[in-house]
């Protein structure tokens, strides 16, 4: 299991978290660290939670119990006042993109720029196209509108909405979900490539072997309501669970494994 890692070095923190919806409990007293700088994968199976602990962490779902610090600032003392200042701090891309299906690509990128600043559109619409830069896309997206977009681009579109106000947290579910084998590679490479040229720190919610092996520094498994363990791949692969030896170890997991390894620069 990892070392106690400093207070001060964590991005995210959560402790003792309890969710539930009515009678059914979600997560039960659940533990997780989340280092600045780095890309941490959460992995489960299908109905564990994954994306519930996504939003609790964002402020989207209020636990029954538990403390959730980000950024060093415990999420319940925070003031409603000081709530959309804070957010800022973070971008969310849900999945596939979330987009206002009404508004133009550039018209999303700049709604959150809209609620928090009053710029010009002169201005407005030059981040947009930076975003759109950051995100891999070419300028005449911008005026398209999600329905005229494929997957891989909605997707990318959101990832420039998520980055719209430079956030210091990334938070990306199940970005790949979706996507064709070249998409999924070049959406984790791109993902590689913001997190090293803009300091960014990556919490993802994914079932793709792939991105974990070519990407994620460390791995988080939720089981039973609980991360039952989150360190370094190889550490997490020897994890005497039968869940996850059955996902990292199965025959798929094992075919991954097998594969040359490339780094995002590679791919």
């Given at each position: 299991?990892?070392?106690?890692?400093?207070?001060?070095?964590?991005?995210?923190?959560?402790?003792?978290?309890?969710?539930?919806?009515?009678?059914?409990?979600?997560?039960?007293?659940?533990?997780?660290?989340?280092?600045?700088?780095?890309?941490?994968?959460?992995?489960?199976?299908?109905?564990?939670?994954?994306?519930?602990?996504?939003?609790?962490?964002?402020?989207?779902?209020?636990?029954?119990?538990?403390?959730?610090?980000?950024?060093?600032?415990?999420?319940?003392?925070?003031?409603?006042?000081?709530?959309?200042?804070?957010?800022?701090?973070?971008?969310?891309?849900?999945?596939?993109?979330?987009?206002?299906?009404?508004?133009?690509?550039?018209?999303?990128?700049?709604?959150?720029?809209?609620?928090?600043?009053d710029f010009s559109q002169e201005i407005l619409d030059e981040i947009s196209f930076l975003k759109l830069g950051f995100a891999g896309l070419q300028p005449e997206v911008a005026h398209k509108y999600p329905s005229?977009?494929?997957?891989?681009?909605?997707?990318?579109?959101?990832?420039?909405?998520a980055l719209a106000l430079d956030p210091e947290l990334l938070f990306l579910d199940e970005p790949t979900a979706g996507l064709d084998p070249i998409g999924a590679a070049s959406f984790d490479t791109l993902t590689?490539?913001?997190?090293?040229?803009?300091?960014?720190?990556?919490?993802?919610?994914?079932?793709?072997?792939?991105?974990?092996?070519?990407?994620?520094?460390?791995?988080?498994?939720?089981?039973?309501?609980?991360?039952?363990?989150?360190?370094?791949?190889?550490?997490?692969?020897?994890?005497?669970?039968?869940?996850?030896?059955?996902?990292?170890?199965?025959?798929?997991?094992?075919?991954?494994?097998?594969?040359?390894?490339?780094?995002?620069?590679?791919?």
């Amino acid at each position: 299991m990892e070392k106690e890692t400093h207070k001060s070095d964590l991005a995210i923190q959560v402790r003792g978290l309890v969710t539930a919806f009515g009678p059914n409990t979600i997560h039960d007293h659940l533990d997780l660290d989340v280092k600045k700088g780095e890309i941490v994968g959460l992995v489960g199976g299908s109905g564990t939670g994954k994306s519930v602990l996504l939003k609790a962490i964002i402020g989207l779902i209020k636990p029954v119990e538990g403390r959730i610090h980000v950024l060093g600032r415990e999420l319940s003392e925070i003031s409603d006042g000081e709530q959309k200042l804070f957010r800022r701090k973070w971008g969310v891309l849900f999945q596939d993109g979330a987009l206002f299906s009404s508004l133009t690509v550039a018209e999303n990128i700049q709604a959150p720029i809209r609620e928090n600043f009053d710029f010009s559109q002169e201005i407005l619409d030059e981040i947009s196209f930076l975003k759109l830069g950051f995100a891999g896309l070419q300028p005449e997206v911008a005026h398209k509108y999600p329905s005229e977009l494929s997957g891989g681009m909605r997707k990318r579109a959101g990832l420039a909405r998520a980055l719209a106000l430079d956030p210091e947290l990334l938070f990306l579910d199940e970005p790949t979900a979706g996507l064709d084998p070249i998409g999924a590679a070049s959406f984790d490479t791109l993902t590689k490539n913001l997190q090293n040229a803009l300091g960014l720190t990556v919490f993802l919610v994914t079932h793709d072997l792939d991105t974990l092996n070519t990407i994620c520094d460390r791995v988080a498994v939720l089981n039973k309501g609980k991360v039952v363990v989150s360190g370094a791949l190889e550490e997490v692969k020897n994890f005497d669970n039968p869940w996850v030896q059955e996902y990292f170890n199965g025959p798929r997991g094992r075919a991954v494994q097998h594969k040359p390894y490339q780094t995002p620069a590679e791919i």
